[in-house]
């Protein structure tokens, strides 16, 4: 009974609220998060015409990215699947600060709008497809400013399973499993991407697992991947916060401090933010506040 207790809340962690208001026709269709994020692009939110299923996280001014400076692509999975990234998205805006494209799932959400209705893993496809036609399309403000050699799916809790799902895709480079794991060997649970412990075989790029410690409930499965998957580098990091992590916080809190550095190692190639994650021990292991560990990896 517990274990099936456990299952149910990590596929409901989200409380989507049926009475809200929907995406009306007249609705702002960007807005600035917070301050626009600590990193050196301030970043809006922004719903594009040309994928108003999802939302978009980007600087603000694009005129600074061309040739010599690309934005890395970043698609991310909502926590219970939940078409909307309302719960994520001062973690999102911060992240896009330091010079990333990120593509959420979902319509974007209006001042305390929570969304509604249920998401699928092709969604994140779906970012990725858009992402490389802008890039290509002269008639795109993106035009020639997007790196489409790098490439990161990442998702929450069930968004995390559809990061899972998607990451065999050869087109990603990285991906970034957050209070996530695969449940077992009965392929999850309906509506939740039908996943097997087999699947982790199919990864083949950098991994990152960001856990909320032993009271998150994905805990035990988000460390069993990280025991099994022995063919590509991977890093788990455990911050003792529970399953909702510290996307709501102020910047994203120290998530979005951890991903952020992730990101600018992994699309970016920034080896100062490497020395989170690099050397015997790694920076991260430094923190009092996480536990960490790793395979594969310097």
Not at 7 to 15: D, E
Not at 18 to 38: C, K, L, M, Y
Not at 240 to 255: A, L, M, R
Request: proline share 6%; hydrophobic share 35%.
């Amino acid at each position: 009974m517990k274990k099936i207790y456990a299952l149910l809340a990590f596929l409901s962690i989200v409380s989507l609220n049926p009475n809200h208001s929907v995406f009306a026709q007249n609705s702002q269709t960007s807005r600035i998060v917070e301050d626009g994020g600590t990193g050196p692009f301030s970043a809006i939110m922004i719903s594009e015409k040309t994928l108003p299923t999802h939302t978009v996280f980007r600087p603000q001014d694009l005129s600074k990215f061309g040739d010599t400076n690309k934005l890395p692509i970043i698609a991310w999975g909502n926590g219970a699947c939940a078409n909307s990234p309302w719960e994520h998205i001062n973690f999102l805006s911060e992240v896009s600060s330091y010079g990333f494209l990120v593509i959420a799932i979902g319509p974007m959400p209006q001042e305390g709008e929570r969304g509604r209705g249920r998401s699928e893993s092709k969604q994140l496809l779906d970012a990725i497809d858009w992402a490389i036609a802008q890039n290509s399309d002269s008639e795109s403000p993106y035009f020639n400013k997007i790196d489409i050699t790098k490439i990161a799916v990442s998702g929450m809790s069930c968004g995390g399973l559809q990061t899972l799902e998607t990451a065999p895709d050869p087109r990603v480079t990285t991906a970034v499993i957050y209070n996530s794991g695969i449940l077992g060997e009965s392929g999850g649970m309906p509506g939740m991407p039908a996943l097997v412990k087999d699947d982790l075989k199919k990864l083949h790029t950098p991994t990152l697992y960001v856990l909320g410690g032993e009271t998150d409930i994905a805990y035990n499965n988000g460390m069993d991947d990280f025991k099994r998957i022995d063919h590509v580098p991977v890093f788990v990091a455990n911050m003792d916060v529970g399953h909702g992590g510290t996307y709501s916080k102020p910047h994203g809190g120290e998530f979005a401090k951890v991903a952020t550095a992730w990101y600018q190692w992994q699309l970016k190639g920034d080896e100062e933010a490497a020395k989170m994650f690099k050397g015997q021990p790694s920076g991260l292991s430094n923190s009092p506040i996480w536990k960490v560990d790793k395979k594969n990896m310097p």
